[in-house]
């Protein structure tokens, strides 16, 4: 089975980072590209960012983290999506996150990782590309 309808995108600031002005402007650009987009607001645990996904149905999960916790934070949101039978939730994140870090948080599950300067045209692309349309469950 395939996703139906336009794609479902959960995009989530964990942990204490009180700064969402940069998830606000990826969750519009996805929105605008003809997404729905559950943006979470600030300081979810990694099981409310969990739940929602499950309870909206979402085909993703972004995440955006500046607050230095993106190893802890991003392993617990895909431990806990294998723990509840939903790994097909597609993981993706961006923030301040250095470039020694993204290799270990691939190898962990994380599908993709932006750094400041990433435009969100890219990031709707990656989106595009990396989660399937319904025209693709032919």
Do not use: C
Not at 103 to 113: F, T
């Amino acid at each position: 089975m395939g996703v139906t309808g336009p794609i479902r995108v959960v995009v989530a600031k964990p942990g204490l980072d009180g700064h969402d002005r940069g998830a606000k402007v990826i969750a519009r650009a996805l929105r605008d590209a003809g997404m729905e987009v559950i943006y979470t607001g600030l300081h979810q645990t990694p099981e409310q960012i969990v739940d929602t996904a499950i309870q909206e149905d979402a085909d993703a999960i972004g995440l955006s983290i500046l607050s230095g916790a993106h190893n802890t934070l991003f392993a617990k949101v895909i431990e806990l999506l294998k723990e509840r039978d939903a790994e097909d939730i597609l993981v993706f994140g961006g923030g301040i996150i250095p470039e020694a870090d993204i290799p270990p948080l691939k190898e962990k599950g994380v599908a993709e990782i932006f750094t400041p300067g990433a435009t969100t045209a890219s990031i709707v692309d990656w989106v595009n590309a990396n989660v399937r349309h319904p025209a693709d469950a032919a």
